[in-house]
């Protein structure tokens, strides 16, 4: 299993995403809640980072409790480190916190994730030549520009987010080899007038 899928969605409070606001944190959580369970040394090599900080960040990670230890994993000194929950929830009123420190990491965070769905796309563009046929046939990058009210906007977020839900139910296990991880990014904002 990749991630902790009876683990509950953790909200991001002031302290908490202050704890997780940083881009090397953002990426070693993102890496074990896609990888699964892994070590410093294995995430330092795969971020190509050093283990030293890969160490020091993956243990502000679990004092906050972002990760944990991965049961029946590691000999002797070897510590490996898992996702302590599925996923993340941010709360809008991090952004007009009263607190200058809390709004920056807020608007820290909400840039880092914009970069990693960047990222993540480029990384599919780059490398689709080596993934089968059926795989070509099954991806998507679209826009849609709709004229909606605030309100509307809020509804349509939900159902994508309701639909995506209903195929994680649906998904099959690890040693389906039909199967990959699909990673599917939304975004929904208004756009300025020309």
């Known amino acids: 299993m990749t991630e902790p899928r009876d683990s509950p969605v953790h909200h991001l409070d002031a302290r908490s995403l202050r704890g997780l606001a940083h881009p090397l944190r953002m990426r070693l959580l993102d890496a074990l809640r896609s990888g699964g369970p892994a070590t410093a040394s294995q995430l330092a090599g795969k971020l190509g980072e050093s283990s030293g900080a890969t160490s020091y960040h993956l243990r502000q990670l679990a004092v906050h409790g972002f990760i944990e230890d991965a049961p029946g994993r590691g000999r002797g000194r070897e510590r490996w480190w898992r996702a302590a929950h599925r996923g ?3 709360d809008d009123a991090l952004l007009t916190d009263a607190d200058p420190d809390v709004r920056g990491a807020a608007d820290l965070y909400l840039h880092e994730i914009a970069t990693a769905q960047t990222r993540d796309l480029s990384t599919w563009l780059g490398n689709r030549q080596t ?3 059926e795989w070509l046939r ?3 990058m679209s826009s849609a520009t709709l004229r909606l009210t605030p309100e509307l906007t809020r509804e349509l ?3 994508m ?3 995506v839900d209903t195929y994680r139910d ?3 296990g690890e040693d389906d080899a039909s199967t990959a991880q699909v990673r599917v990014h939304t975004h929904a904002f208004p756009l300025t007038s020309e």
Request: no cysteine.
């Open 157 to 159: 977020v939900e159902e």
């Open 170 to 172: 649906r998904a099959t």
């Open 88 to 90: 993340l929830h941010f």
């Open 161 to 163: 987010q309701a639909l």
């Open 131 to 133: 993934w089968p046929e």
């Open 138 to 140: 099954a991806w998507d």
